[in-house]
């Protein structure tokens, strides 16, 4: 599957972003998707997902500002980033898991001015 992310950009603290990540096949039946994102000299990091059963769960950095969502008709995964910090900067990559095969997105960059 392929994975096409979109939406990052450059914004002031405090500001929203809403990134997409497209699908190239159907994703209603794919229980784990999630968002990563990695800043400049750091690891890459889990930001937010979905799990088996349609639980989410947050990164503490980010509960209660960043909300994950899904719109199966259109093979398309969310992420609201309300309240954006100069520590969110990052790329962000959207994540897939089939079966036991995971795949990533190309990354859109997302940068949070002071």
């Known amino acids: 599957v392929q994975l096409q992310a979109s939406g990052g950009g450059l914004v002031q603290a405090g500001g929203s972003l809403r990134l997409s990540c497209t699908a190239s096949?159907?994703?209603?039946?794919?229980?784990?998707m999630a968002w990563h994102r990695q800043a400049p000299g750091k690891q890459r990091e889990f930001v937010a997902g979905?799990?088996?059963?349609?639980?989410?769960n947050y990164a503490d950095s980010v509960e209660g500002r960043f909300t994950i969502s899904r719109d199966n008709a259109k093979n398309t995964v969310y992420l609201q980033m309300n309240n954006l910090k100069p520590e969110d900067t990052a790329v962000y990559y959207c994540?897939?898991?089939?079966?036991?095969?995971?795949?990533w997105g190309q990354g859109t960059q997302v940068t949070v001015s002071s």
């Open positions: 994540y897939i898991l089939i079966g036991k095969y995971g795949s």
């Open positions: 979905f799990t088996v059963g349609g639980s989410t």
């Open positions: 096949r159907s994703i209603s039946s794919i229980n784990t």
